[in-house]
């Protein structure tokens, strides 16, 4: 199973802060589950646009190439910016 969080203005246009999906072997890779969550619909399409979204994988920060395994946690996230 594979946790996935979502924060800050991810987890407003979504709407949840968190799902959990079964683990197979092709979301072995970050932009794979990318691409499976993005089919639920267009604010979920909106809040996961890759070159607006920040990746962590077991709370550190990943690349889109990151292998995944089962039981990993995924966390979606805005970039952050300060002033």
Same mark, same amino acid.
């Given at each position: 199973m594979l946790k996935i969080i979502f924060? $800050?203005?991810?987890?407003e246009l979504v709407d949840c802060d968190s &799902?959990?999906?079964?683990f197979e072997a092709k979301l072995s890779q970050?932009?794979?589950i990318r691409q499976?969550? &993005?089919t639920r619909g267009d604010k979920w399409d909106? $809040?996961?646009q890759r070159e607006k979204l920040l990746v962590a994988v077991n709370?550190?920060?990943s690349p889109?190439?990151?292998l995944i395994n089962d039981g990993d946690e995924i966390a979606f996230f805005p970039p952050v910016t300060g002033g």
């Open positions: 924060f $800050a203005q991810t987890r &799902v959990d999906i079964t970050l932009e794979n499976l969550l &993005v909106l $809040a996961l709370q550190t920060m889109w190439d990151t």
